[in-house]
């Protein structure tokens, strides 16, 4: 169950809106993924755990939810993210320190997501806003390439590839 002040969405409104305004808690209870919590530390009654999770967890709520399935109570402390995206606490770089240099490519980004490839008709349909009849793949969001260059993002469903959102600014020029 995500926090009663929280960005998750109610009714297309924001919970912390709502939860601001004094309205009844709703319960915002969802299905989230969680692949593992390892203990990597135990000194009563701090409880160091390093848990890999899917988008959408929130921590803290689990950490309440943990204490009250042990009848203890619980409330976290401290809070780190070291991995998101595939990207590593030790590849960042401090925002003081960073430069032009430091940016990556939006292929780079993006290179880890599932993927579609479609040929410049295609791309031309997507960037225009108009879905294309699909049927490679199973359903879902991918990132939209385009001869070695990404386009946007686009979704797989209903017999069709649909876009979501795209990069206006990359064009496609027609064949000659």
Do not use: K
């Not at 701090?46 to 921590?59: D, F, N, S």
């Not at 203890?72 to 995206?85: D, I, Q």
């Not at 069709?160 to 496609?172: I, T």
């Amino acid at each position: 169950v995500a926090p009663r002040y929280s960005a998750l969405r109610i009714a297309g409104e924001r919970a912390h809106e709502r939860a601001r305004r004094g309205e009844p808690d709703t319960g915002r209870c969802r299905r989230v993924d969680i692949d593992s919590i390892v203990v990597s530390n135990w000194q009563e009654p701090v409880l160091t755990l390093e848990i890999r999770c899917g988008p959408g967890t929130y921590i803290r709520a689990l950490a309440r939810d943990l204490g009250a399935r042990l009848e203890t109570g619980a409330f976290l402390s401290a809070l780190r993210r070291v991995e998101c995206g595939g990207f590593r606490e030790e590849e960042a770089v401090p925002l003081g320190r960073a430069s032009e240099r430091d940016w990556l490519p939006l292929e780079n980004l993006l290179a880890r997501h599932a993927r579609v490839e479609v040929d410049r008709d295609v791309c031309r349909h997507l960037c225009q806003g108009r879905p294309v009849p699909w049927s490679e793949g199973e359903s879902g969001m991918r990132v939209a390439w385009c001869e070695g260059a990404v386009h946007g993002l686009a979704e797989i469903a209903g017999g069709e590839l649909r876009p979501l959102r795209w990069l206006a600014a990359r064009r496609v020029a027609p064949e000659r």
